[in-house]
């Protein structure tokens, strides 16, 4: 037999090999192989396909479709939503999470008590209980919706099904974390890949039957609505709920100050391995729920929590090569091309450089003896270099100056700093074919549009296809080509389409962050869609002879400076970009955007504050007149309803303006009357 024949065979084996683990492990949440021997096989088909090319006109493996949404479950939204976390990874980030608090709250001297919790490597699920009996229970789903998995959680015994005590509220709803422990893990790991793939490949059984054959545990943490509120501190809601026989971790400690957290932290992470079940850090808490309240979330994650992990995972390996992807920001960002090694249970084969700056700070080259790291789930760095292994006619590695699409590639200079950009940027857009494609993963993403069964490696598949080629493609596939697909049958395409159409209906403050402008995240997007209200509005910045008039007009907003004024300009000046957000539009229903409260004490009213105040920080003061349905701007102008003056040096300059202007002013005292009233 011919050599390429043999390879040709050996490579549709072990094609056939990773479609069956996929499977099992996307879709029957039963992986056979640990995600070490999956990574293996991947890695073993990228080296075969990168010695013998011809091998990718067979089928390459990034055209292989992961995995594919659950649609076992009814989905409902959740009472309140489940955020995200952020993170710390050293005392100097708990140390800036306190200082933010404090400076919201606009506290001193005092200290801000923390109740800190072990952060279970598990699956979070939401129950709640109406009049004491447990009537729903939720997966975490997207944060806004989860999927119905009530049946499956009523399996694990030790959940109350019904709370018997004269002070239950009428609402009440438990956040936990589900998870299996290692002793029981021991017992069945020949079916599942590691503890946590066995609670979510149980939690998400069809038949409930089948989840009641894994052993699973729980702790409660946490809670998204309760009514009537009846609890003053986290710590007293966790003592309170453990009376109602809800199982909480006996490793909770109360914290008051930075010192004691330290303490705390390196006090569970010796513990860590004694465990019987997986934990990646701990959580700390604001104690008190008014501060909790007061504090309220970013659109991520609260401002009152931060999961703080434990000590990055390291190793060491060897650098085969560097390359340069492109972001969807145009944003070229080097990866070093690895040795395959594990890193904290997981084979690494890449490391991000970070930027042009980090390669010659570091002096990294090619051949080179690195020292990476793993912090979490972020994609490893490169700590340092061992230069005393580095071998003899070593090269400094030279940036590129242009783009994989070929364009010239540019440091942009910062208009706040006046300083250069570290990263280059190729400015294309959507007419560099690389940074297109990332839009489009940008877009589907669950921040965005949310398209389930659209992920990256879809976007990868149809791209390399040419299905899609800009977002309104999303909404006009050519599915008798899909159903022709590797893994593509009639129920798999019906849902795409179900969740496509889905998509179409989008709330203003979403689409602005979805079309991809630079420096608009998604707090922007908010703020420029509450200015806006409507993509009526919104679209007269297509319009190329008013358009500076409206970005004038943008000048007054709170938290929309020159920087995000100039990138919206350039964006909408870009011919390829009009024509794709105009097209866009065009397949969409567009919502008006709906702010906070629009019944609230400053509904449809501008404000804006001027000077400190007593109770709490000029921050506060502008996200509570927000809560109230209120926009707050950052300038004097004539469009203003009420300048607020605190009591603290307020600006002299602006409220004679005010006055010149004849816009109401309110005083400290007349600020909190009304917030009192």
Partial sequence: MAKNEEIKLLYN?????????????????????????????????????????????????????????????????????????????????????????????????????????????????????????????????????????????????????????????????????????????????????????AASGSLRQKDPVETSKIPLKYFAYGFGSINPMIFKKQSEFLETIKKWSFITNPLGQIIQNLDEAEEQHKKIDELRSSLDYDIDGLVFKVNNLNLQKRLGNTSNSPRWAIAYKFSAEKAFTKIKDIIIQVGRTGAITPVAKVEPVTVGGVIVSNATLHNEDEIKKKDIRVGDIIKIQRAGDVIPQVVSVDISKREKGSKKYVFPNKCLCGAETKKELSKSTNKEDAV????????????????????????????????????????????????????????????????????????????????????????????????????????????????????????????????????????????????????????????????????LNIKSYVGINNDGKFSNKKLMFTGGFKNMSRSEAKAIAENNGGKVLGSISKNLDFLVVGDSKPTKRKVEQAKQLKIKIILEKDWNKILNS
């Fill in 13 to 197: 084996k072990k094609i056939k090999s990773l479609k069956k683990h996929n499977k099992l492990y996307f879709t029957n949440d039963s992986p056979e192989i640990s995600d070490a021997d999956y990574d293996n096989l991947k890695f073993e088909l990228i080296e075969l396909e990168k010695k013998y090319p011809f091998l990718k006109k067979i089928e390459s493996v990034s055209e292989i479709i992961g995995a594919k949404p659950s649609n076992k479950f009814k989905k409902i939204k959740h009472l309140q939503p489940m955020l995200s976390l952020s993170n710390a990874f050293n005392k100097s980030d708990m140390e800036d999470f306190l200082k933010k608090i404090k400076n919201f709250l606009n506290y001193e001297e005092k200290q801000i008590e923390l109740i800190s919790e072990p952060k279970i490597d598990g699956i979070s699920a939401t129950l709640v209980y109406e009049n004491g009996i447990l009537t729903k229970g939720l997966s975490r789903g997207d944060g806004s919706t989860g999927e119905d998995i009530l049946p499956n959680l009523r399996t694990i015994s030790t959940i109350p099904k019904t709370i018997k005590s004269k002070e239950v509220p009428t609402l009440l709803e438990i956040r936990c974390e589900i998870f299996i422990s290692k002793k029981d893990f021991n017992k069945i790991k020949h079916k599942f890949a590691n503890p946590r793939n």
């Fill in 424 to 587: 280059r940027r190729c400015l294309k857009g959507y007419d560099c074919k690389f940074t297109a494609k990332e839009k489009l993963k940008h877009i589907v993403s669950k921040e965005a549009f949310n398209i389930d069964g659209l992920g990256k490696k879809v976007i990868e598949q149809f791209w390399d296809l040419n299905l899609i080629r800009e977002p309104s493609d999303i909404f006009d596939l050519d599915y008798s080509k899909i159903e022709k697909l590797d893994g593509w049958g009639k129920l798999s395409i019906n849902n795409l389409k179900k969740a496509i159409k889905k998509s179409q209906s989008i709330p203003l403050d979403k689409f602005i962050f979805s079309i991809g402008i630079r420096h608009i995240g998604q707090e922007n997007a908010k703020i420029l869609a509450s200015f806006f209200s409507s993509i009526k509005e919104f679209i007269k910045l297509l319009d190329f002879k008013n358009r500076k008039k409206f970005l004038y007009s943008l000048v007054d907003l709170d938290g929309i400076g020159e920087t995000q004024i100039q990138s919206i300009d350039n964006f909408f000046s870009n011919k390829t970009n009009f024509r794709i957000v105009s097209n866009l539009i065009n397949k």
